[in-house]
């Protein structure tokens, strides 16, 4: 079988990454604990089991603006090391959270009608037949693997040698981009260290470029499976074409077949933003990285879910990983030996040493040359060589792509303000985040629409801080009080809405909030149109999803809070948005 050569993204030390709105489910579903209950339940995140949002459900509209934000543990866009993230989407009619914090069975037949893409039990993202078709093809042995003890399969990578499984996810494409087969992932941004690489990122991109795989008879892996028969298919064009095997009693040749690209744009490629290490927070800038998605107006569909992965390396592989001496060539002789990966010149050593300079499973380096004397100094590495490189990983739960409504004209912008967090103090959500509106800052022109939209879970643990009936999320928006002191320093922007304030203005007929009415103010301060006027001072017996889309023409900063989850000197959830 050819040793095939290709690209690839290498990663180094613990860096967990969340998707922090849209919510990030980190393979969470509905626990009522802080832990979640199943790490292997959907995909393959290698994050902290705290992380992660319950499930809540929102939709966006074709042609909208969703702002992405996320926090990464380790540090991006700086010196300190060289990092990667690449932000996807699919959609699909089978696509689903699931009931159960059960991993979707490999078995079929302990699926309901031994059909596991269509028992509804199990969340799915990558369907069953992708995941088999993954599970008996050649992995790429052409890639770096360091020192690991790999199997055949395209399950087994440096990071998953032992061929773990994660829902359907396939690891081999997890931990490589861009991939070299067929995928059911968009490509919608790649933030590099190196935008030198963009060109490469977009051409090899699916969303343009063909990709193809090879095909055997129909039902052959079911029919060699029954029979216990171990098989491994092909993973490129020319072994597929000299491939032949045994099928119903006579030899077959399987074909390569490509199945084309999206047939969408190339995704965008721009610089890594930066942030620290050892650090989940915001940037330089005071808020959170973030990215905003248009999305397109090619898609609507009821279950979609974004994907977002994190590569980070070290500088001792020379440019990110990305260098091509860096491949199968490097690989230790077995576990435990020493890879071919050159520490020892970088440092003025010869590449066999006796300082213990090796690119290896926790080295023991001698820093101090004490040739003359009888002393030994040996300082040990924390260095694991399944780490080097290490991708991280988080995905939302399912969401929607809903057609605009009649009035909103095709070319009119808008502009998605959302609610992020869940209930708790700051210790109980990290490593998410207390409630705050999404984004917390919103800029937009006259005649723009807005789509507001929250969501939230009845599931959250019960002891964790909050107002209201406990467990739950509950919001709403309104205008905060005017200042009433003189308006000097930072309170010289002529706003309607004192930030420094804690009390809602007294609403009248005449109040300017978005220039909405009286009735629509109403309606984001109480949910009339999502409950049944209850237990409704803390919003204890509204629903968790409410949505209104409105065309905002009245210029102004506004700024309001959520009179439920603002508590001052414990958490602040206040908003502002700019109509230009």
């Known amino acids: 079988m050819r040793a095939t050569v290709l690209l690839m993204l290498v990663a180094a030390v613990a860096g967990d990454i969340y998707l922090q709105g849209p919510r990030g489910s980190n393979n969470r579903l509905n626990e009522a604990n802080r832990a979640r209950n199943n790490g292997n339940r959907m995909f393959d995140s290698q994050n902290n089991e705290r992380g992660g949002y319950n499930q809540g459900n929102l939709f966006y509209y074709t042609g909208s603006t969703v702002q992405i934000e996320w926090t990464n543990q380790h540090s991006c866009g700086n010196v300190n090391n060289h990092c990667e993230l690449v932000v996807q989407y699919m959609c699909g009619d089978l696509v689903r959270d699931g009931t159960t914090t059960n991993t979707i069975p490999e078995d079929r037949y302990k699926c309901d009608r031994a059909d596991c893409n269509t028992d509804m039990e199990f969340g799915m993202h990558e369907s069953y037949d992708y995941f088999k078709e993954c599970n008996y093809r050649y992995r790429n042995m052409g890639l770096y693997t360091a020192d690991q003890n790999m199997k055949e399969s395209a399950r087994s990578t440096r990071q998953n040698n032992n061929r773990d499984r994660r829902g359907y996810e396939c690891p081999e494409e997890r931990d490589y981009y861009p991939y070299w087969h067929p995928t059911p992932w968009r490509d919608i941004v790649v933030f590099t260290n190196d935008v030198k690489r963009c060109d490469m990122y977009q051409e090899e991109s699916q969303n343009v470029k063909n990709k193809g795989y090879c095909q055997y008879p129909d039902n052959f892996a079911i029919y060699k499976e029954a029979q216990g028969i171990h098989i491994m298919t092909m993973n490129n064009k020319a072994d597929c074409e000299a491939h032949q095997v045994e099928h119903a009693g006579e030899l077959v040749t399987p074909t390569w077949v490509e199945i084309g690209s999206h047939q969408i744009d190339a995704p965008e490629c721009l610089p890594s933003p930066w942030s620290r290490d050892n650090h989940h927070g915001n940037n330089l800038d005071g808020f959170m990285n973030s990215y905003n998605w248009t999305v397109p107006a090619s898609i609507v569909h009821d279950n979609c879910v974004l994907r977002l992965r994190y590569n980070i390396t070290s500088g001792e592989l020379n440019d990110g990983g990305f260098d091509s001496k860096i491949n199968a060539s490097m690989n230790a002789e077995s576990n435990g030996e020493p890879t071919g990966i050159d520490i020892a010149t970088q440092y003025g050593l010869d590449i066999d040493n006796d300082r213990g ?65 869940k209930r708790g103090n700051i210790v109980q959500t990290y490593p998410g985040v207390e409630y705050d509106y999404q984004p917390n800052r919103m800029e937009m022109d006259s005649g723009d629409f807005i789509h507001i939209q929250w969501t939230g879970a009845n599931s959250n643990p019960q002891n964790n801080a909050g107002q ?53 103010l109403m309606s984001l301060a109480y949910m009339d149109n999502m409950q049944y006027y209850g237990d409704m001072d803390e919003l204890d017996d509204a629903g968790t999803h409410y949505s209104m889309i409105k065309q905002i023409t009245k210029r102004g900063i506004y700024r309001y809070l959520c009179t439920r989850n603002n508590n001052f000197t414990n958490r602040s959830q206040k908003g502002e948005i700019r109509v230009m």
């Open 468 to 520: 209201g009936r406990a467990g739950t999320d509950r919001h709403n928006m309104v205008l905060l009080r005017e200042i009433t002191w003189p308006k000097e320093g930072a309170f010289q922007d002529p706003a309607m809405g004192c930030f420094a304030c804690n009390y809602p203005e007294f609403i009248t007929p005449t109040t300017n909030f978005l220039g909405l009415a009286q009735s629509e």
């Open 357 to 421: 300079y090796y690119f290896e499973q926790d080295p023991v380096v001698n820093v101090f040359d004490t040739s003359d004397t009888d002393v030994e100094l040996d300082l040990e590495i924390n260095l694991n060589t399944n780490q080097h490189g290490r991708t991280f990983e988080d995905r939302t739960h399912v969401f929607a792509v809903k057609e605009r409504p009649a009035d909103v004209p095709a070319t009119a912008t808008i502009r998605n303000l959302n609610v992020r967090g």
